[in-house]
């Protein structure tokens, strides 16, 4: 069956920079959201979307911007990054019809800041 | 203080042992309660859900909420060394219209099956 993609799978960028990274859904699924994970941490609620239009938002920096496109891959864009962007992105997709925790992860991107 | 606390751990069980996870939440709102097991570099899997209280059996595994006591627990059986793994649990509001869900995780317990 096919899975939650995302690219990609690890990110090396020093401070300042600007990052973007994708995710692709399960076919179908028609939402999307995302979560950071730093090290030893559990997973923070960024943002998510629904049918391509922002539905919640969570503990998402302002330097940072999401959005869903018309294939509903969505990309997460960060900007002016910082040594606590450090950090596990996963990506999750569901379909809203089904059970509201029935969130599939993917493999996440690892992205290191320097 | 968080809202979802979670031992991390870790834990070290040898094969066959009976595992208790557990988590507490002070949020009234979380109506939906889940488990998913996280092995390294890896994403975080959906294990088991309840909806409000009582217990939910799937195999070895059984999930208890106790909403009163805002205590959630995960139980494994007959543990084996692929339990070996992160279990966090996520917890969520009822439904809310907007399509989407914004889980609240624990920190996740850190479990190690011996063989």
């Known amino acids: 069956a096919a899975g939650v993609i995302q690219s990609p799978r690890h990110l090396i960028k020093e401070k300042r920079e600007t990052a973007t990274l994708k995710c692709y859904p399960i076919p179908r699924h028609d939402t999307v959201y995302w979560y950071q994970q730093g090290p030893g941490q559990d997973p923070q609620f960024l943002i998510s979307?629904?049918?391509?239009?922002?539905?919640d938002k969570g503990s998402i920096p302002d330097r940072f911007s999401a959005q869903q496109f018309s294939d509903y891959h969505s990309e997460l864009n960060m900007s002016s990054l910082e040594l606590g962007d450090s950090a596990l992105y996963f990506c999750?997709?569901?379909?809203?019809?089904?059970?509201?925790?029935?969130?599939?992860f993917g493999p996440g991107t690892r992205l290191t800041v320097t | 203080q968080k809202e979802v606390e979670q031992d991390p751990g870790p834990l070290s069980v040898p094969e066959g042992a009976i595992v208790s996870l557990n988590c507490t939440y002070s949020?009234?709102?979380?109506?939906?309660f889940m488990w998913y097991r996280q092995y390294s570099r890896k994403g975080p899997e959906l294990l088991m859900y309840t909806y409000s209280s009582g217990n939910k059996e799937d195999g070895r595994f059984t999930a208890q909420v106790d909403k009163s006591s805002k205590y959630i627990s995960l139980f494994i059986r007959d543990s084996q060394p692929s339990d070996s793994a992160t279990y966090l649990c996520a917890m969520s509001p009822a439904y809310s219209g907007a399509g989407s869900y914004q889980l609240t995780f624990g920190k996740g317990t850190k479990l190690s099956v011996i063989p």
């Open positions: 949020n009234s709102a979380f109506q939906y």
């Open positions: 979307f629904y049918e391509k239009m922002q539905s």
């Open positions: 999750a997709s569901s379909l809203s019809s089904r059970f509201v925790g029935e969130q599939y």
